[in-house]
């Protein structure tokens, strides 16, 4: 993959593998390392030993020094395109909102689906229609 093309955009959701640190890491390939309790995702520019040199696609500067056992995943080439903005939306308060909303629209339906079969069930009684007659 050219160093130069952008991997994913906001919203998009990646796929990685596991990969051994201690392994072959390429220069130029996207990976995901441990840093105070996160992964970082980005690419890979330089090793020296067991120091690495990190930049995102995006960033002007590097990460800073990384060291090999801190990495975890290696980006495996395949995304799908802004899914992840789904999952961004329903966190955020109007999405919260919106679902709530959602729920209470498709339970007030059953709601009321259930007190229509409750009313045609009384009428067909009164017409003295037996429910395997209809």
Same mark, same amino acid.
């Given at each position: 993959? %050219?160093?130069?093309?952008?991997?994913?955009?906001? *919203?998009?959701?990646?796929?990685?593998?596991?990969?051994?640190?201690?392994?072959?890491?390429? /220069?130029?390939? /996207?990976?995901?390392?441990?840093?105070k309790g996160?992964?970082?995702?980005?690419?890979?520019?330089?090793?020296?030993?067991?120091?690495?040199?990190?930049? *995102?696609?995006?960033? %002007?500067?590097y990460d800073?020094?990384?060291?090999?056992?801190? /990495?975890?995943?290696?980006?495996?080439?395949?995304?799908?395109?802004?899914?992840?903005?789904?999952?961004?939306?329903?966190?955020? %308060?109007?999405?919260?909102?919106?679902?709530?909303?959602?729920? *209470?629209?498709?339970?007030?339906?059953?709601?009321?689906?259930?007190?229509?079969?409750?009313?045609?069930?009384?009428?067909?009684?009164?017409?003295? /229609?037996?429910?395997?007659?209809?």
């Open positions: 993959m %050219p160093q130069d093309e952008v991997v994913a955009d906001v *919203g998009d959701v990646c796929f990685f593998a596991k990969v051994d640190p201690n392994g072959e890491l390429s /220069v130029g390939s /996207v990976y995901g390392y441990r840093r996160a992964i970082i995702t980005h690419r890979l520019m330089f090793v020296e030993g067991d120091v690495l040199g990190f930049k *995102g696609d995006n960033n %002007p500067a800073g020094k990384v060291l090999r056992d801190a /990495v975890a995943y290696r980006y495996l080439g395949k995304r799908l395109f802004g899914i992840g903005s789904v999952a961004l939306y329903a966190q955020s %308060p109007l999405g919260m909102w919106s679902t709530a909303c959602a729920i *209470g629209v498709v339970a007030g339906s059953e709601v009321a689906m259930a007190k229509v079969s409750s009313i045609e069930r009384k009428r067909l009684e009164e017409l003295g /229609v037996s429910e395997d007659e209809e």
